[in-house]
């Protein structure tokens, strides 16, 4: 009996006490469980964001961003100093400045940029195919003499103001017109002098001006001058953006912010899956701002903001669909 008894007292401390085995047991799966847990969790992917130095702006597009992307993605923002040391994750920039910051310091940086204009991007994205991409921020100027025309509709000519190196801007708009049943004509603004003049000379050919994203002709220094000699004239003026609706011009289409920011959450989406960018494009949907005030002062019937929306969307479609054929 005593040599059995020995024999189970050693077989019991080689399994050690079963009640610990157990707990360490429980701890280990715990652990592992949290590992896998943790990964899963995890971000698997990290999107860098450069702001345009307007905090509430910039806090607004993050919360939008972060929506849209949900929680497998890591939106982080970063300095100027972090720039240089980023290799292989994509980078949102607000801002042409934001832009131009990101591109000097990291040149092999894949940059998506929001809140810039075709004008300004283009000649980036031509040079690096897929690398550098955009949102596009300012309104194809069809959909602006369209939201005009859905104001007026006897409009048939446009007033346009340039400069000598801003004048290309307007070509693709003057082939576009005729389609619409509409003509334009451009006035060259030879210096700051010759603004006010132009102007008047402008007003006195077209339906309405057409103001587009010419920061040489409108800008906080000249816009106050072009709006008031328009009003004095019974004149209106269109565009170049929201901002400028509440300065004084009747309407203007934009793009909404949650929009450009669905198109974003795309092209981040197929850069994470090839590698590159699609080319820069505008979003899909616009909307309209509009100045009653203004409206009422020169006696001119206002449609619903929506109303004028959806003209332009059937003309654009109608219009888009008869060249197609």
Known sequence: MER????????????????????????????????VANAQEAPAKVVYFVGSGNAPLDQHLIALLKRQLGPATSLTEVSDDQLATLENSPVITVGPAAFSRARQANRSAAILAMLVDRSFISAFADRSPGQISA???????????????????????????????SVELYEPLIDELPAYGMSAKIFLVDSN?????????????GDFLLAAPDSAIYNPRTIKHILLTAYRRNQIVIGPTQAYVKAGSLASSYAPFPEMVEMAGNFLSTFFETGAYPEPSYPEEFRVEVNAQVARSLNIPLPSREDIATRVDRQLTITGEASDE
């Open 193 to 205: 002098d010759e603004l006010i003049p132009t102007l008047v000379r402008a007003l006195g050919y």
């Open 135 to 165: 949102v596009l921020y300012d309104v194809p100027l069809i959909r602006q003499a369209l939201t005009g025309k859905a104001i007026l509709p006897q409009a048939n000519k446009i007033a346009l103001l340039a400069t000598a190196d």
């Open 4 to 35: 059995r008894t020995g024999t189970i007292h050693r077989n019991r401390n080689r399994c050690g006490n079963p009640g610990l085995l157990l707990k360490a047991l429980c701890i280990l799966l715990f652990a592992v469980c949290a590992t």
